[in-house]
């Protein structure tokens, strides 16, 4: 069954380190919503009693996980029903991680279809994980939601993590431990009809890398 049309109770989560309940439920809606981060985050805001938000320093918890709740409920949103663009000659995939120096890490990504961007992703990838788990989860969001999303003829990945790039693409053995995302990455990576990547150094822009930011500020939610 595609990605699009599952129900909110059949859309799967993708694998995530340890989270606190309030984060992994923030993140259960996050997988109804796709990844897509500002329509999550506008549905929780605008479904919080009154004023406050995701982030708020005023809304409590309580307040968060019955909007939440509020919103699983009522199922998967119109604007996450449209059928997949197939008719994609070329696409950008841009993917970060991002790690706080106390441990909540996120996952970026942004998809780019024949220079028109159609995605900006993002979610929590842990409470206390570092960021190479949170690049490696980058990766692997941006690829699953860009491979329901369209079907391109060739895909440029975008990526500044080069423990990554040598794990997946280098030619000798790497020594880097495998990650729960390492075997489903290289996946679906065979599934593209072509594929390429490009290391960003420090200074070139990566749009993934504001999402991957808030992704790490969702992964900071409750108690971790």
Known sequence: MDWHNQSAG???????ETLSPLAARVDELLALYRYELTPAID?????VAGYGGLFDPETSADEIQTAIDDILEAGVPMSQQDAPDTA???????????????????????????????????R????????????????????????????????????????VINHIWGDSESTVRATPYSTAITDLLSTLPAHEWTHLA????????????????????GPG
């Open 88 to 122: 994609v000659s070329r696409a950008v995939l841009y993917v970060d991680g991002s790690a706080h120096s106390n441990g909540p890490a996120g996952a970026g990504a942004v998809i780019q279809a024949d220079g028109t961007q159609i995605a900006g992703l993002g």
């Open 10 to 16: 059949d859309r799967e989560r993708l694998p995530a």
């Open 43 to 47: 549905a929780i805001n605008a479904a």
């Open 202 to 221: 420090d200074s070139d822009p990566n749009p993934a890398d504001a999402q991957a930011t808030v992704g790490a500020d969702i992964a900071a939610l």
């Open 124 to 163: 929590p990838v842990g409470s206390r994980t570092n960021n190479n788990i949170a690049e490696y989860a980058a990766l692997h969001l941006g690829l699953r939601s860009l491979t329901a999303r369209c079907a391109p003829d060739s895909v440029e990945i975008r990526i500044d993590s080069m423990t």
